[in-house]
């Protein structure tokens, strides 16, 4: 074999390896944007129902924060979400950079979902766990925006530019959420509420990340026009394969 022969299959690596068919990127977009936009409200009305089901009093339904849910009656929503919202996360592959990112913003999801926050008289250790929840918390989140920010925002395809701003405000939105969820917290603001800021901030944050990878999952189903195909890949060797260069 040449080594010109070789340096183009380093380039371009045969069809199918280290890729993902558009279908199953898509699936994986909606699957995390589900999970964003049903988490908020399942957690409160799962506590509720959970009440009315044993006869307890349905008063204090709403959690202090969403975090505040695993010593609740929908504790195992809460993991299991996150823990799904990891999995779908860590086998989302689209390229190098995206790849990092969702790998990254995975893991994040399981600490969130494997590290309880810190409960009320906590122990030394339960503080520490309780802080590793709330940097791996602040970090999802953080990640989840850079994807709104610049992996669904392409300025090289057809993409509206209303989507692009869709995309953009997604992102701000979920930093600013994120930062007012922080200042709410440490000030203790509407710590009284029914309705805690803080659960508040979460719920926004959590639907703007839902809301974009949603709609990033229709985006890449409405390009596909019904036909199954690759994605783009950035290479091992540094190029790109375009989608011409995989036929």
């Given at each position: 074999?040449?080594?010109?022969?070789r340096?183009?299959e380093?380039?371009n690596?045969?069809q199918?390896e280290?890729?993902?068919?558009e279908?199953?990127?898509?699936?994986?977009?909606?699957?995390?944007g589900?999970?964003?936009?049903?988490?908020?409200?399942?957690?409160?009305?799962?506590?509720?129902?959970?009440?009315e089901?044993?006869?307890?009093?349905?008063?204090?339904?709403?959690?202090a924060?969403?975090?505040?849910a695993y010593?609740?009656?929908t504790?195992?929503?809460?993991?299991?979400?996150?823990?799904?919202?990891?999995?779908?996360?860590?086998?989302?592959?689209?390229?190098?950079r995206?790849?990092?990112?969702?790998?990254?913003a995975?893991?994040?999801?399981?600490?969130?979902?494997?590290?309880?926050?810190t409960?009320?008289?906590p122990?030394g250790?339960?503080?520490t766990?309780?802080?590793?929840?709330?940097?791996?918390?602040?970090l999802?989140?953080?990640?989840?925006?850079?994807f709104?920010?610049?992996?669904?925002?392409?300025?090289?395809?057809?993409?509206?530019?209303?989507?692009?701003?869709?995309?953009l405000?997604?992102?701000?939105?979920?930093l600013?959420a994120?930062?007012?969820?922080?200042?709410?917290?440490?000030?203790?603001?509407?710590?009284?509420?029914?309705?805690?800021?803080v659960?508040?901030?979460?719920?926004?944050a959590?639907?703007?990340?839902?809301a974009?990878?949603?709609?990033?999952?229709v985006?890449?189903?409405?390009?596909?026009?019904?036909?199954a195909?690759s994605?783009?890949?950035?290479?091992?060797?540094?190029?790109?394969?375009?989608?011409?260069?995989?036929t």
């Amino acid at each position: 074999m040449s080594d010109d022969l070789r340096s183009e299959e380093t380039t371009n690596p045969p069809q199918g390896e280290g890729l993902q068919d558009e279908r199953t990127v898509t699936f994986l977009r909606f699957g995390v944007g589900a999970i964003g936009v049903l988490l908020p409200p399942a957690l409160p009305f799962g506590n509720w129902l959970a009440d009315e089901v044993t006869g307890r009093a349905t008063g204090g339904y709403w959690p202090a924060s969403m975090s505040a849910a695993y010593y609740g009656s929908t504790r195992n929503i809460f993991v299991g979400a996150l823990c799904a919202l990891g999995v779908f996360l860590i086998c989302y592959r689209l390229d190098r950079r995206d790849d990092r990112w969702s790998t990254a913003a995975g893991v994040f999801a399981l600490g969130v979902a494997l590290c309880p926050t810190t409960p009320p008289d906590p122990s030394g250790l339960q503080r520490t766990v309780g802080v590793v929840h709330l940097v791996c918390a602040g970090l999802l989140f953080v990640m989840l925006a850079l994807f709104c920010l610049y992996s669904f925002r392409n300025p090289r395809s057809a993409q509206p530019a209303r989507v692009a701003t869709a995309y953009l405000a997604a992102g701000v939105l979920i930093l600013v959420a994120l930062l007012a969820a922080v200042v709410t917290g440490l000030s203790g603001f509407g710590a009284d509420w029914t309705v805690r800021p803080v659960y508040l901030c979460e719920w926004v944050a959590t639907w703007a990340f839902g809301a974009a990878w949603i709609g990033a999952a229709v985006e890449l189903a409405a390009g596909r026009g019904g036909r199954a195909g690759s994605l783009p890949r950035q290479a091992v060797g540094g190029g790109v394969r375009s989608p011409e260069a995989q036929t």
